[in-house]
């Protein structure tokens, strides 16, 4: 399961085990605990960033959106590594990360998936999955058609990804 979590200004994106029990207890106890070490986990992190941010290199997890459109997250399943924008505003709704979740838990077992729905705020959510990766796109454009959506996720890929994600199927 992917697992979204926000506590002041930090989000932090985990794998849960299909697995596991998530019960109230678990979510609670996992909460009390996060709320105690996010604080200087984020710390850490924006020592680490903030001189790569300045000196123009790069950092792994946060990165600039491709344009204020779309918002995406790439995520490896063999090392864990994530690479997301979700986070850049505007905040992405509580509604689509559970959405993302749900494809996540569909497309987990799959060794390759395409999936592209259109929720009821005209808003549309992309998965390409291949192998252990894991491409989840929102396109926040309205009004636009399933062939220009699927061409933005296509460019998408080759554009960042074209060297770490996967070829065209």
Not at 85 to 92: G, K, S, V, Y
Request: overall charge positive; some cysteine; charged content about 20%.
């Amino acid at each position: 399961f992917l697992l979204v979590y926000n506590n002041m200004d930090t989000t932090l994106c985990l794998m849960i085990d299909a697995t596991t029990s998530c019960t109230k207890t678990f979510y609670k106890t996992l909460h009390a605990f996060l709320s105690t070490n996010v604080p200087t986990l984020d710390n850490i992190v924006s020592k680490q960033v903030a001189p790569k941010a300045l000196s123009g290199g790069s950092s792994s997890h946060h990165v600039t959106p491709v344009n204020d459109n779309i918002r995406y997250l790439l995520y490896n399943y063999d090392n864990l590594a994530y690479v997301s924008t979700l986070h850049t505003p505007p905040l992405i709704s509580t509604a689509f990360m559970r959405t993302i979740s749900d494809i996540a838990a569909v497309i987990k077992d799959k060794r390759e998936a395409d999936i592209v729905i259109k929720t009821g705020s005209d808003i549309w959510i992309s998965a390409r999955k291949s192998k252990s990766r894991v491409l989840f796109s929102l396109i926040l454009q309205k009004n636009m058609h399933y062939i220009n959506v699927v061409e933005d996720v296509r460019r998408l890929s080759l554009n960042l990804f074209n060297k770490t994600y996967f070829c065209e199927y």
